[in-house]
């Protein structure tokens, strides 16, 4: 019972600190509700939170899924031109999700906040499912909550959380879909495997390549070898047919969603391509150019001969790479490296691998693996978030090494630095081929954000309404990163003194 309260602390304490990332500013009643200003360091400074805003707005207020012109060139170049109507070019469920969050805040006169709440929903839900992956690796309660608060705090996923981006919802139902597959197979799971599987796609395309060890592994616990001398009896678990039944719902949703907007239920707006705004509030498809086929040419969104760049860019390059902006991420390596020596959780290592694996691997081919202007490698938040519950496994075996206990000190402390300075600041860092050709170039690093810092330009809705008047935002800064680091800490005496109850 006592750990139950305690655990449940912890989540009330998460749920406050991230309250001090939501972004915003002095306004009425508080800027940005009803002014779309799409300032870098706003809630609106990316497009791709804006068109999946003007989605819900669009649903809401027009009651259709195309723009006005107003929303259209609000939410360029994130949207579509087709038969003379423009709307999104992403898959409709995170602003489906957003829906009932627009129409409360609608009340309070504060649609953009409780609409961006959707996502922090997600994010506190993630605490939690990680801290369940923990365990499924062998991580105890203490050392798993620990996974849960470094994947939260200590990674990009902090900044991302009061977006209005798949990332965190991706993440829900990635998680959700590992825990399942590793749970009993019963016909009720295997419904609800079918419904997380196609509600990830209707939050991103790429989440079903990223599931798809999930469903390889789940099928094939229902095939059931018997040696019978000189034969091999092989059984099939019908029961396996309920996937599909849990898949056909929201297909056929998002089918009808695609149909109402292009006339075919399986043409996506990301197939017939962007949009560009030019002056006198046209806007066009982008032109391309006519130029001789090669065999080298670049035909699919996912371009292996791009793969080691992509590597080097999401995992060790100072622009977006997880180990130059959440080192941390290492310790759920050797993690997962610890777990895989045990027989009782190699299935479950195997899994997580594979999925956090596929992340890397189909994003690292990707024709964009900066995510654009982004802060970190926004795309591996679901790697991310299965590599930090691993985390608890290598707490759990070497919580009393002095070595490991200073590395992970010194790791946790300059992820959640680097993780708190994105969200108190922006997320919108050009990649570096962008950024030098500006006509006023500016970092392509986490620089840019400490110009901010040192121009005591925030992002906080917090800072900028109460604490500005009596501290700096570098000090404001820290005293954040010192309740993280002393949260985790508390934890972490926690899991000494349980093992000598």
Not at 109 to 122: G, M, V
Not at 219 to 238: Q, S, T, W
Not at 368 to 385: E, F, H, M, T, V
Request: charged share 15%; net charge neutral; hydrophobic share 50%.
């Amino acid at each position: 019972m006592k750990k139950n309260i305690f655990t449940l602390i912890i989540f009330i304490i998460s749920i406050i600190l991230l309250g001090f990332v939501v972004k915003g500013d002095i306004g009425t009643p508080i800027y940005y509700q009803n002014e779309k200003d799409s300032r870098v360091g706003g809630p609106f400074e990316s497009t791709n939170t804006n068109s999946r805003y003007s989605l819900v707005e669009a649903i809401v207020e027009n009651k259709s899924f195309f723009f006005t012109d107003e929303q259209a060139k609000f939410s360029a170049p994130d949207i579509v031109l087709h038969n003379s109507n423009y709307f999104s070019i992403f898959t409709p469920g995170v602003s489906f999700v957003a829906i009932p969050f627009y129409m409360l805040g609608k009340i309070f006169d504060l649609p953009q906040l409780f609409t961006f709440f959707s996502t922090l929903i997600f994010a506190i839900l993630n605490i939690y499912l990680v801290f369940k992956i923990g365990q499924k690796l062998g991580a105890g309660r203490y050392t798993a909550i620990i996974g849960g608060l470094v994947f939260i705090f200590a990674t990009n996923a902090l900044s991302y959380s009061l977006t209005l981006t798949q990332h965190h919802a991706s993440t829900t139902l990635i998680l959700l879909s590992v825990l399942n597959a590793l749970s009993q197979r019963t016909w009720l799971n295997n419904l609800m495997l079918g419904i997380i599987f196609s509600a990830a796609i209707l939050m991103d395309i790429p989440n079903a390549f990223m599931m798809l060890p999930v469903l390889i592994y789940v099928v094939f616990r229902h095939f059931k070898l018997e040696d019978l001398g000189k034969k091999i009896k092989i059984a099939f678990d019908v029961s396996s047919m309920f996937i599909l039944i849990g898949i056909i719902p929201l297909i056929f949703l998002f089918g009808w969603y695609n149909y109402s907007l292009t006339g075919s239920y399986t043409t996506l707006g990301q197939m017939i391509g962007r949009t560009d705004y030019v002056e006198g509030g046209r806007f066009q498809p982008q032109e391309k150019v006519e130029e001789p086929e090669s065999p080298y040419d670049r035909k699919h969104v996912f371009d292996p001969r791009s793969q080691m760049n992509g590597l080097y860019i999401l995992i060790i390059s100072n622009e977006r790479g997880i180990l130059f902006y959440s080192p941390i991420v290492a310790v759920g390596l050797l993690g997962l490296w610890i777990a895989s020596k045990k027989r009782e959780t190699l299935y479950a290592v195997i899994l997580t691998s594979s999925v956090a694996m596929m992340c890397v691997v189909v994003y690292s081919m990707f024709g964009d693996p900066w995510g654009g202007w982004s802060y970190g490698p926004r795309y591996l938040i679901p790697a991310a978030a299965l590599f930090c519950g691993a985390i608890g496994v290598a707490i759990e075996k070497l919580n009393k090494n002095p070595v490991f206990v200073f590395v992970f000190a010194s790791l946790l402390i300059y992820s959640v630095w680097v993780s708190s300075l994105g969200a108190m600041t922006t997320n919108s860092i050009p990649p570096r081929v962008e950024a030098i050709n500006l006509s006023s170039p500016i970092p392509y690093t986490y620089q840019y954000n400490l110009n901010f810092l040192e121009d005591q330009k925030s992002s906080s809705l917090i800072f900028n309404i109460f604490f500005y008047k009596y501290i700096s935002l570098g000090g404001f800064l820290i005293a954040y990163i010192s309740a993280i680091s002393i949260l985790i800490s508390v934890i972490y005496v926690m899991t000494l003194r349980s093992e000598r109850d």
